[in-house]
């Protein structure tokens, strides 16, 4: 049975993805140095997750039924010394759900049982308000920036908008919930890099508290989750507005999602970035400045900086995605015509692949159901038409049959 588990239960849009993709392309590794990430896919904690939760999402909580247990139980029959579990939307997991997972991987509140640590990974609001926004978006929302912020400022939080975001948002709130049971020095908040900070300090945070140090592992991005700037995320917000009726939620993650948001549009790095509007500022800094003193005061193992989830509200100026230049939208819009002509020619050549394929299966089957003289017939004109003479010859005998009909 393994003797410790590290729990990462987000946040969202904190390197989450790229953590999990090292983690998934370098299992292989990380099981030979005693630890273990358990998924036969990218997406196997994320179903765990969805299992664990029973969260509705566009039809996949049907796929995820039992995989929580399956996980729990690979993690417990582990030999080795370390099991890590990763998925950003566990941060969203109510205390019963988090005392089930818990207990599902043999925590023991009286102590006895595997050493659970938590690992909450963290970002500023300035930067995480318009993250979440846009994610929305990204999963076919067409509500608009002013009423999003609306919803997440209204202190009820009874809408969906605001129950979701501050239920993986709220840092104090996840961590009581996640870490009600567990001593604060099992407890490891990791700062996500203020901008500007070096390239791979993030990932030497995720190395330095998943005990990664040193090992060779392949970390070059192959799954990513890129932002968006302003046009493009108004271009996709009228997109989903005029297609999600249309569009099935099979069809829009791997077309709207993936090929235009994800491998299109986040290339264009020179538009405008999103941003808090300056009237949003002031309440915004209060609630990290209460985030900080709280896991101050609890005596949390952080990993990084706590001045990190200070956002800096002055780096981009603001620009309204609810009222984009139009120009700008029109270019990103080209932009999105031209990669999905390019992936309609890549769907032609590879459907004409395919029936030619077919067509050749069909004549080859028909072919294997004629009469053994026709096969030998057909052997032997094959081989006369191999060469000149035999192709002469051919030509004389078709000739002279032609002529015999002719007569008859």
Not at 239 to 253: F, G, Q, T
Not at 355 to 377: F, G
Request: proline share 6%.
């Amino acid at each position: 049975m393994t003797r410790r588990v590290l729990l990462h239960v987000g946040t969202p849009k904190t390197g989450t993805s790229y953590l999990q993709d090292v983690l998934f392309r370098n299992k292989r590794t990380l099981a030979e140095n005693g630890i273990l990430y358990a998924a036969d896919r990218h997406d196997a904690h994320f179903l765990a997750a969805l299992d664990l939760m029973r969260l509705p999402w566009g039809g996949l909580e049907r796929e995820a039924v039992g995989a929580w247990d399956r996980l729990a139980e690979q993690v417990r029959g582990w030999h080795g010394e370390t099991a890590v579990i990763s998925h950003e939307i566990l941060a969203a997991a109510s205390r019963a759900q988090v005392g089930r997972a818990l207990a599902s991987l043999g925590h023991e509140r009286q102590g006895g049982g595997v050493e659970v640590h938590l690992v909450l990974s963290v970002r500023d609001l300035v930067r995480q308000i318009p993250a979440e926004w846009q994610e929305n978006i990204k999963h076919r929302s067409g509500m608009s920036y002013r009423r999003f912020l609306a919803r997440i400022t209204d202190p009820t939080r009874n809408s969906r908008i605001a129950s979701w975001f501050w239920s993986v948002q709220e840092i104090p709130e996840i961590l009581d919930r996640w870490g009600a049971d567990l001593p604060p020095e099992r407890v490891h908040v990791v700062t996500v890099p203020s901008p500007g900070g070096a390239p791979d300090l993030l990932w030497k945070r995720f190395s330095q508290v998943f005990g990664l140090e040193g090992m060779d592992l392949h970390l070059e991005e192959e799954r990513v989750n890129p932002s968006l700037g302003v046009p493009e995320t108004a271009l996709i917000r009228r997109i989903n507005r005029s297609a999600n009726r249309v569009l099935p939620p099979a069809d829009y993650r791997p077309l709207v999602r993936e090929l235009l948001a994800h491998q299109t549009l986040s290339r264009r790095v020179l538009s405008p970035r999103l941003a808090l509007p300056p009237e949003q500022v002031p309440w915004v800094q209060e609630r990290e400045a209460a985030f900080v003193a709280a896991i101050e005061r609890r005596g949390y193992d952080v990993v990084g900086d706590l001045h990190d989830l200070r956002g800096n509200a002055g780096l981009h100026p603001f620009v309204d995605p609810d009222k984009p230049r139009e120009r700008d939208v029109a270019g990103a819009a080209v932009d999105a015509i031209k990669a999905l002509l390019l992936e309609t020619a890549r769907m032609r050549a590879e459907e004409e692949r395919l029936r030619a394929e077919l067509d050749e299966t069909r004549d080859a089957l028909s072919r294997s159901y004629l009469r053994p003289s026709y096969r030998l017939r057909e052997k032997a004109v094959k081989g006369l038409t191999r060469g000149r003479v035999g192709r002469g010859l051919l030509s004389v005998y078709r000739l002279a049959r032609g002529r015999s009909s002719r007569s008859a």
